[in-house]
């Protein structure tokens, strides 16, 4: 079958059948463009997905598709309206009467077995948001919709909620849904887990029932990440130059893909940052994948909350500092490249081994922690607690494009000492 080009701006002259029909064909194509986009942007990701790609999958001319979507950007924002535009659970939520349990059901939505692609999709909107300002905006734009609708929620028939509070509120669900679409890499065997949803659910209920008036601790962290530990150099002066060789190769690799992405960063724009020739690179690491790799396990070896937690400070008020700290400024590039990371799980069956490896060790530290908190020995309850905190943790990641104002914002810390705890349970 030949690529059918058609364009959505018709003649005024035709006659009413005929555009009726080239509307209903237009309509068509444009649901195969955003279909095959919506599968390649998922499966290889917005920057490795080249409009060729997406044209020939939807069987289409270039030139044909340009017509039904101007750039690439603009694509890539219609694929995530239109694959959110059957949320029954979104839907469902605005005009229902139980919140709590609304929210947990558009959790669930997002959390199903068959909705990977939708979860990827959301990670790459955010990611690609980052390289491109005018996109950026339209997120923004997209996301302040159901912040607002989520806020009017809130407030309607409630006199006891401030409208400032539940507008933070309504962010502290956004910014965990955006958390709960890393499941796949957080914990997959919870995909699907009605336990999981109920906890949640009971979680929004003990939220929703308290209007927030307990005053608000002072932050304790001004990092989620530790410094970086500097290994003591070899005497050997040509050992020395290649420890502090490779120290630089991963320190430009790890800045580069939290800016640029994985895809936007060259081993020539690395090996250009870390003085060196790419061949030199070349002697340090195999591949770019293997770097990626390599950075990941630096990377995460310096998040806090992988570490002993104090005994003289509650346990979810420690998370809540963390989550706090991460919340700034200062922690830009590894809230970056924490999703970047993630993406590169997608692609890299050692990277996904190595970062699932690494939030069960975390989900295993919280728990423990949580039970001895409590005297007893950790059980379901305490590993859904945890699930919930790196979710919540990993949403933060995502602050730079659903809403870069609550970066260093102080109402937004307090919200989140006051409602970490709640989350925990």
Same mark, same amino acid.
């Given at each position: 079958?030949?690529?059918?080009?058609?364009?959505?701006?018709?003649?005024?002259?035709?006659?009413?059948?005929?555009?009726?029909?080239?509307?209903?064909?237009?309509?068509?194509?444009?649901?195969?463009?955003?279909?095959?986009? *919506?599968?390649?942007?998922?499966?290889?990701?917005?920057?490795?997905?080249?409009?060729?790609?997406?044209?020939?999958?939807?069987?289409? =001319?270039? &030139?044909?598709?340009?017509?039904?979507? %101007?750039?690439?950007?603009?694509?890539?924002?219609?694929?995530?309206?239109?694959?959110?535009?059957?949320?029954?659970?979104?839907?469902?939520?605005?005009?229902?009467?139980?919140?709590?349990?609304?929210?947990?059901?558009?959790?669930?939505? !997002?959390?199903?077995?068959?909705? $990977?692609?939708?979860?990827?999709?959301?990670? #790459?909107?955010?990611? %690609?948001?980052?390289?491109?300002?005018?996109?950026?905006?339209?997120?923004?734009?997209?996301?302040?919709?159901?912040?607002?609708? $989520? =806020?009017?929620?809130?407030?309607?028939?409630?006199?006891?909620?401030?409208?400032?509070?539940?507008?933070?509120?309504?962010?502290?669900?956004?910014?965990?849904?955006?958390?709960?679409?890393?499941?796949?890499?957080?914990?997959? #065997?919870?995909?699907?887990?009605?336990?999981?949803?109920?906890?949640?659910?009971?979680?929004?209920?003990?939220?929703?029932?308290?209007?927030?008036?307990? &005053?608000?601790?002072?932050?304790?962290?001004? *990092?989620?990440?530790?410094?970086?530990?500097?290994?003591?150099?070899?005497?050997?002066?040509?050992?020395?130059?290649?420890?502090?060789?490779?120290?630089?190769?991963?320190?430009?690799?790890?800045?580069?893909?939290?800016?640029?992405? !994985?895809?936007? =960063?060259?081993?020539?724009?690395?090996?250009?940052?870390?003085?060196?020739?790419?061949?030199?690179?070349?002697?340090?690491?195999?591949?770019?994948?293997?770097?990626?790799? #390599? +950075?990941?396990?630096?990377?995460?070896?310096?998040?806090?909350?992988?570490?002993?937690?104090?005994?003289?400070?509650?346990?979810?008020?420690?998370?809540?500092?963390?989550?706090?700290?991460?919340?700034?400024?200062?922690?830009?590039?590894?809230?970056?490249?924490?999703?970047?990371?993630?993406?590169?799980?997608?692609?890299?069956?050692?990277?996904?081994?190595?970062?699932?490896?690494?939030?069960?060790?975390?989900?295993?530290?919280?728990?423990?922690?949580? %039970?001895?908190?409590?005297?007893?020995?950790?059980?379901?309850?305490?590993?859904?607690?945890?699930?919930?905190?790196?979710?919540?943790?990993?949403? +933060?990641?995502?602050?730079?494009?659903?809403?870069?104002?609550?970066?260093?914002?102080?109402?937004?810390?307090?919200?989140?000492?006051?409602? +970490?705890?709640?989350?925990?349970?």
């Amino acid at each position: 079958m030949p690529p059918t080009d058609l364009p959505t701006d018709l003649p005024s002259d035709l006659p009413t059948e005929v555009r009726a029909d080239l509307r209903r064909k237009g309509a068509a194509t444009r649901e195969r463009i955003l279909g095959a986009a *919506s599968r390649l942007f998922a499966v290889q990701g917005f920057d490795a997905t080249s409009v060729e790609a997406i044209a020939e999958a939807a069987d289409i =001319t270039v &030139p044909g598709m340009y017509r039904h979507f %101007a750039t690439k950007h603009v694509l890539l924002l219609r694929v995530a309206r239109w694959a959110t535009r059957t949320s029954q659970a979104r839907q469902a939520l605005v005009g229902g009467a139980d919140h709590a349990a609304g929210l947990a059901d558009l959790f669930a939505e !997002y959390l199903a077995p068959g909705e $990977l692609e939708r979860r990827r999709l959301s990670i #790459e909107l955010s990611r %690609a948001a980052l390289q491109n300002h005018e996109l950026r905006d339209a997120v923004g734009e997209f996301n302040a919709l159901l912040r607002d609708s $989520l =806020t009017e929620m809130f407030t309607a028939g409630d006199a006891g909620r401030d409208p400032a509070e539940a507008a933070l509120l309504a962010h502290l669900f956004l910014v965990l849904l955006m958390g709960a679409i890393h499941l796949d890499t957080l914990d997959a #065997e919870r995909i699907g887990d009605p336990a999981l949803i109920e906890f949640l659910q009971q979680r929004f209920r003990a939220i929703l029932a308290d209007p927030g008036s307990v &005053p608000a601790r002072r932050p304790r962290v001004a *990092s989620a990440i530790a410094d970086a530990v500097t290994e003591p150099e070899p005497t050997d002066g040509r050992r020395a130059r290649t420890v502090r060789t490779r120290r630089r190769i991963l320190d430009s690799a790890e800045e580069l893909f939290a800016l640029r992405g !994985y895809d936007g =960063t060259t081993t020539e724009a690395i090996a250009s940052r870390a003085e060196i020739t790419v061949p030199g690179l070349y002697r340090h690491v195999t591949t770019k994948e293997a770097l990626l790799v #390599e +950075v990941a396990k630096r990377a995460l070896s310096r998040y806090r909350l992988a570490g002993r937690f104090r005994d003289d400070i509650g346990v979810a008020d420690q998370m809540a500092d963390l989550i706090v700290a991460f919340s700034t400024r200062t922690d830009r590039v590894s809230r970056r490249l924490a999703i970047e990371l993630d993406f590169g799980a997608w692609r890299s069956a050692g990277m996904a081994d190595d970062l699932r490896a690494f939030h069960r060790r975390v989900r295993r530290n919280l728990s423990v922690a949580l %039970a001895a908190e409590q005297g007893t020995e950790p059980g379901p309850d305490h590993d859904l607690a945890a699930l919930v905190m790196l979710m919540l943790f990993m949403g +933060v990641a995502h602050l730079d494009t659903v809403d870069p104002s609550l970066l260093d914002n102080r109402a937004w810390a307090d919200l989140l000492r006051r409602r +970490v705890p709640q989350l925990v349970g």
